[in-house]
């Protein structure tokens, strides 16, 4: 049963500050991992998409990595600005079940203050 | 726009009442699923559609149902027989199987009242 881990599950930092926010899955076997946003009482905003065979994506300021033989994934957030302050969510697409499920972790709350 | 439309935001049931949560979809995907989402656990799979007219169960079907009658509609209705049914539910599609991305509507807020 895949199981998918975030730490920290909280963040608080100053503006600017370069952070990063981890994702670690227990089945190696997946299509691809997807980290999203949330701002509190909404749905969830899709950032960066790694296929099980890349490395990395990038998009602006946001960078993830994924290390799928360790099972680990990491977001990158640079120049941390108030405006990024939402939970930050992990999600893997495991290949080992006929329709592809997607398992969550339980998030990253992350506050950057002025 | 494309993108998934979940109605209503906000939803109230009495006891003993079944609700059904909208959720449309305009981006042509096959795939269609329900998630449950509460506080510190997480997202729940429902239920799932990987094409018309047929659905399966997720992780935590008990006391919801389905359809999928139409490729951009998968009704979500929350039945009587859900004890705790307070919750936000999200809807999600994704163009299908495989290493495919998935999008998610707004959400439905169902508050027991």
């Known amino acids: 049963k895949q199981e998918v881990t975030q730490i920290p599950a909280a963040l608080s930092v100053p503006e600017g500050e370069n952070l990063v926010l981890n994702c670690s899955f227990t089945?190696?076997?997946?299509?691809?991992l997807q980290w999203f946003r949330q701002d509190p009482g909404k749905g969830l905003t899709s950032l960066l998409l790694?296929?099980?065979?890349?490395r990395e994506q990038t998009s602006g300021r946001l960078n993830a990595s994924l290390d799928k033989s360790s099972g680990r994934s990491t977001l990158y957030i640079a120049a941390s600005q108030p405006g990024d302050s939402a939970t930050y969510l992990c999600?893997?697409?495991?290949?080992?079940?006929?329709?592809?499920?997607?398992?969550f972790g339980q998030g990253t709350i992350l506050t950057v203050h002025p | 726009d494309g993108g998934i439309t979940q109605s209503p935001k906000y939803l109230f049931r009495k006891e003993g009442q079944n609700v059904t949560l909208s959720c449309e979809q305009n981006?042509?995907?096959?795939?269609m699923y329900w998630y449950r989402q509460d506080p510190g656990q997480g997202l729940r799979l429902i239920y799932y559609?990987?094409?018309?007219?047929?659905?399966q169960k997720g992780d935590i079907a008990e006391g919801y149902s389905v359809s999928r009658e139409k490729k951009e509609s998968f009704p979500l209705t929350v039945t009587s027989a859900q004890k705790n049914p307070t919750a936000f539910y999200l809807c999600?599609?994704?163009?299908?199987?495989?290493?495919?991305?998935?999008?998610f509507g707004q959400g439905t807020r169902l508050t027991v009242v």
């Open positions: 790694i296929q099980s065979s890349q």
């Open positions: 559609s990987q094409i018309v007219n047929d659905f």
């Open positions: 981006l042509n995907h096959d795939a």
């Open positions: 999600a893997v697409k495991s290949s080992g079940t006929s329709y592809g499920k997607l398992t």
């Open positions: 999600a599609s994704s163009p299908g199987q495989g290493p495919t991305e998935a999008f």
């Open positions: 089945d190696s076997a997946i299509y691809n």
